[in-house]
Antibody, heavy 119, light 110 residues
Framework: QVQLQESGPGLVKPSETLSLTCTVS????????WSWIRQPPGKGLEWIGY???????NYKPSLKSRASISADTSKIQFSLNLNSVTAADTAVYYC?????????????WGQGMLVTVSS | QSALTQPASVSGSPGQSITISCTGT?????????VSWYQQHPGKAPKLIIY???RRPSGVSNRFSGAKSGNTASLTISGLQAEDDADYYCCSYAGNYILVFGGGTKLTVL
């Protein structure tokens, strides 16, 4: 089973871009599916989107205009950029993976990283 | 796509069984056998406990079982144990390469 670890700034200013990286060990981003999910404090989970081993990406429609997921196979990492952030984007951000033939559930998760949007 | 509907809370005593419902629509839960369930303890990452409606990952207790009828999926936990006290989330494929989560259910083991 792969191990995942999120990293990036824990504080982002409103209107700026949130950038997070997920480092993969025990697997390769050149295979399978790699996703981002977030959880506002005290609230439920929200799927953001995924990148497939082929490089194809898909996003939650309401976030599609602001979110971008990319992968760096040489560094065994994948990343999330979310632009024009507001306080509503404050959340614990999880990276997750699906080591199979479709991305529709998540069998490995990172520990999560709290990102706060505040000036 | 709207979030799937789960009860905010359920409770049960040790040894009892409980069921958590997850209601969607004919566009998500009702159309695909791609419902998954996750267990989340406070301050921890979610853990996959059910996928494809009824299947359990290796290592997950057989006290956890899933089912689906129409637009509603359900998670049953039998023989409740103290360690089952956690939040539970359902998730479904909703077509057009989109996933949707439920709002979550807090299970209290009395």
């Amino acid at each position: 089973q792969v191990q995942l670890q999120e990293s990036g700034p824990g504080l982002v200013k409103p209107s700026e871009t949130l950038s997070l990286t997920c480092t993969v060990s025990g697997g390769s981003v050149g295979t399978y599916y790699w996703s981002w999910i977030r959880q506002p404090p005290g609230k439920g989970l929200e799927w953001i989107g995924y990148i497939a081993f082929s490089g194809i990406t898909n996003y939650k429609p309401s976030l599609k205009s602001r979110a971008s997921i990319s992968a760096d196979t040489s560094k065994i990492q994948f990343s999330l950029n979310l632009n024009s952030v507001t306080a509503a984007d404050t959340a614990v951000y999880y990276c997750a993976s699906r080591t199979g033939t479709n991305p529709w559930w998540f069998d490995s998760w990172g520990q999560g990283m709290l990102v706060t949007v505040s000036s | 796509q709207s979030a799937l509907t789960q009860p905010a809370s359920v409770s049960g005593s040790p040894g009892q069984s409980i069921t958590i419902s997850c209601t969607g629509t004919s566009s998500d839960v009702g159309s695909y056998n791609l419902v998954s369930w996750y267990q989340q303890h406070p301050g921890k990452a979610p853990k996959l406990i059910i996928y494809e409606v009824t299947r359990r990952p290796s290592g997950v207790s057989n006290r956890f079982s899933g089912a689906k009828s129409g637009n509603t999926a359900s998670l049953t936990i039998s023989g409740l144990q103290a360690e089952d006290d956690a939040d539970y989330y359902c998730c479904s494929y909703a077509g057009n390469y989109i996933l949707v989560f439920g709002g979550g259910t807090k299970l209290t083991v009395l």
